[in-house]
Each structure stands twice: as structure tokens, then as C-alpha cells.
């Protein structure tokens, strides 16, 4: 009697302990069955906010369910990302996150977050770069004949950038220090203004987003030279990269991925990466990433994980080296 007892305990507790299993394996299954919050942890209107509302709009079509960004600015992307690390790891949270989450490690002295071990990959969204670009009356029509010009008129040029640990500041800092340029960098609140700087004359070179100079380069305002990216850009096939200019090795691409909080079951992991890559394959998705300056990726969850790994060590010895602090 106390074998057959013992046997009915043991199934009863296996039986008991297989129920959060199969409750995640039917979750999984059946996801999504209510609305998802997508966490995007800056101010409306930005290219990221854009993409995130694109892709949002995609999924609530293609899966049947609302998926609804919510927008929680504050501490360059902080605040709304340490929101998700501390979220359930269940789908229903997620977070649309610009290529600042791999800056912001180094930049701040103390992050609410692990990057590494709070978050589980989805994608790599899509890419973007940052162009280099001069007023037309620079005398320079290369990156070449622009490294010889600063070379030979030290502390006299100066560039434009977005604000300081944007990607722009940061693909400035390394042009200028892998080059050992003396090249003075300039912040703004924006690409925007950096680039209405360039246009006015009051700092001849800008490191910029597409988005922001692609306007005055078609009204040949601007002089676009090279764009830093390890490939060309669909917003700008003609523009070299720089290392087709002659100097290889100079990174600058910006993206925005999707992040979700560690432990979400990897079958909603994989049906979100499948979706969102269905997403951004469609013709009118192209088109609208294209006139944002963005090239879609969609990602492996692998791959992007192991892009984070290797730019969050990349950009802190950029961040050391130029002495980048955030005020």
C-alpha cells in the first residue's frame, strides 16, 4: 500500500510540475491573444518612433491582435528600457530600441539594466548609416581630399554633429581619432540643426544621418562624400563607403532592433522574428524605410545577439578614447 501510495505521490507531482510547461507551450501556441505593448523608450516623431509604428501597424494586420507602441522617453532610452527588463517575460512586452542601447553602457557611469542578461534578442530591424558631408564651398569633393585638408589646416575645420553619444558624435569621434585628425566636434539638438549648421556655413563638415541631409544634398547644399557604412546605402547608391574611399576600418551604422525581456519563451521569440521579417519584406515597407534613409535587415535572433555583444565593447573604447561624458 505505501508503493502504490508512494507511485499516485510521485505522478500527482509530476503531473503538477508539467502544468507551467504545458501552460507555456499552449501561450506560445496560441500566441498573441491580446494586445502586445512595444515599449519605444524616446520621444515621439523620431526615425525609431517611425519604425516602430510601421512595424507595430504590420503585426496587428498580420497576427489579428493590436500591437500598440508606448512611447517612455527619458535618460537617452533608459528609463523605458529598464521599464522592460523588469516586464514579464511572456511576449507581451516589448521593446523597439535604437542603437544608443549599445552606446549607453560606456556613456553613463551606472544603467538600470544588464544589457546582456535582462534581454532576449528578436531582430535586427533595420540599419541606417551616417553620411559625411561638407558646405560646397569646402574645397574637397572625396574623404581624401578632406583628410589632406584638415591635415593641412589644423584645428581650423570643425563638423557638425546630432548631440552628444548620438551615432553621429560618435562616427565623427572615431573618423577623427583613427585618423589622428585635428577636427573640432560641434553639438547640436539634432540632426537637423547640424545640418542647417553645414548649409549656413557655420561649420563646413557634418556627420549626419540620411535622414537629415538627404534634403539639402539634392538641393546641393550639402556635399555628400561617403557614408559609414561597411555597405552602400539604398537611401544613397551613388555615395562611396569610406572604405571604398581609401580608409577602411571607420564604422557608423545606427539601427533599431526589437528586444524582449529574458526568458520569453523562444517560440514567441521565432514567430516575432518571422512576422517582422515578413513585415519589412513587403514592397510598401521598403519603400517607406527607404525614405527614412533605412535598409531593412531582419535579423536573426543569433545575429543580433551577437551584434550587441561585439558594438557595446566597440563603442566604449570609442566613448574612453574621446573622452565622451554625458552632461
Not at 542647417?196 to 556635399?223: E, M, Y
Request: with cysteine; net charge positive.
Amino acid at each position: 500500500m505505501q508503493i502504490i501510495a508512494r507511485r499516485r505521490f510521485l505522478r500527482t507531482l509530476g503531473a503538477a510540475a508539467s502544468v507551467p510547461l504545458l501552460a507555456r507551450i499552449a501561450s506560445a501556441q496560441s500566441y498573441p491573444t491580446r494586445t502586445v505593448r512595444m515599449v519605444l523608450p524616446y520621444a515621439p516623431a523620431g526615425v525609431t518612433d517611425v519604425v516602430g509604428r510601421l512595424i507595430a501597424l504590420k503585426l496587428s494586420e498580420q497576427l489579428g491582435r493590436q500591437f500598440v507602441i508606448e512611447n517612455v522617453p527619458g535618460a537617452t532610452g533608459n528609463i523605458g528600457t529598464a521599464q522592460v527588463a523588469k516586464a514579464p517575460a511572456d511576449g507581451y512586452t516589448i521593446l523597439v530600441v535604437f542603437s544608443s542601447f549599445v552606446v549607453n553602457p560606456t556613456l553613463f557611469d551606472r544603467i538600470p539594466y544588464d544589457p546582456y542578461k535582462d534581454f532576449d534578442p528578436v531582430t535586427l530591424a533595420v540599419t541606417s548609416t551616417t553620411a559625411v558631408g561638407v558646405n560646397p564651398s569646402v574645397p574637397a569633393h572625396s574623404v581624401k581630399d578632406l583628410v589632406a585638408l584638415i591635415r593641412a589646416n589644423p584645428g581650423k575645420y570643425s563638423y557638425s554633429h546630432a548631440g552628444t553619444g548620438t551615432q553621429s558624435h560618435l562616427a565623427g569621434e572615431q573618423f577623427r581619432l583613427k585618423l589622428k585628425l585635428d577636427l573640432v566636434p560641434v553639438p547640436f539638438n539634432g540632426g537637423g540643426p547640424a545640418a542647417a549648421s553645414v548649409v549656413g556655413g557655420h561649420t563646413p563638415v557634418t556627420f549626419n544621418s540620411p535622414t537629415a541631409i538627404l534634403p539639402h544634398a539634392r538641393d546641393g547644399k550639402i556635399r555628400v562624400l561617403a557614408v559609414n557604412s561597411e555597405a552602400r546605402t539604398a537611401a544613397m547608391p551613388e555615395i562611396p563607403t569610406i572604405a571604398e574611399a581609401g580608409f577602411p576600418g571607420i564604422r557608423g551604422d545606427s539601427w533599431v532592433g526589437v528586444l524582449a525581456p529574458a526568458g520569453t519563451p523562444k517560440d514567441i521569440i521565432a514567430l516575432l522574428q518571422r512576422e517582422i521579417a515578413a513585415a519589412l519584406g513587403r514592397p510598401d515597407m521598403k519603400e517607406r524605410l527607404l525614405a527614412l534613409g533605412c535598409d531593412a535587415v531582419a535579423s536573426t535572433s543569433e545575429d543580433f545577439a551577437a551584434r550587441i555583444k561585439s558594438e557595446i565593447p566597440f563603442w566604449g573604447d570609442v566613448i574612453r578614447a574621446a573622452d565622451i561624458k554625458m552632461q
